[in-house]
């Protein structure tokens, strides 16, 4: 079992940046691949970013691509989402999943065995 923690959300202008992290304890880090999913008021929780076990494949919604970056330090226990150019739409409630399967589609929230308890992310106009 893995559990996980996320920090960094924050209020932020349109525009500007911030650094999502999610620290791991339990099981070994390095056996699973990880993601960051979202999920804003009134709307289902959204794939945004997959990182495999040994961060060699990675993969982004359209909606985050070239402004978002997934990265993981597996001797720290950590994944990171590095967020700029923040646009409003970005608002949400941003959760850090793990998934010890080699099977799954990796946007889909059924692929993800543990999740945290989320950070806020706000984007002002």
């Known amino acids: 079992q893995v559990q996980l923690e996320e920090s960094g959300g924050g209020l932020v202008q349109a525009g500007g940046s911030l650094r999502l992290s999610c620290a791991a304890s339990?099981?070994?880090?390095?056996?699973?691949?990880m993601a960051w999913f979202r999920q804003a008021p009134g709307k289902e929780r959204e794939f945004v970013s997959y990182?495999?076990?040994?961060?060699?494949?990675?993969y982004y919604a359209n909606s985050v691509k070239g402004r978002f970056t997934i990265s993981r330090d597996n001797a720290k226990n950590t994944v990171s989402l590095q967020m700029n150019n923040l646009k409003p739409e970005d608002t949400a409630v941003y959760y850090c999943?793990?998934?010890?399967?080699?099977?799954?589609?990796?946007?889909?929230?059924?692929?993800?065995?543990?999740w945290g308890q989320g950070t806020q992310v706000t984007v002002s106009s």
């Open positions: 990182i495999t076990r040994s961060a060699g494949t990675t």
């Open positions: 999943a793990a998934s010890a399967r080699y099977s799954g589609t990796y946007s889909y929230t059924e692929t993800y065995d543990y």
């Open positions: 339990g099981r070994t880090f390095s056996s699973y691949n």
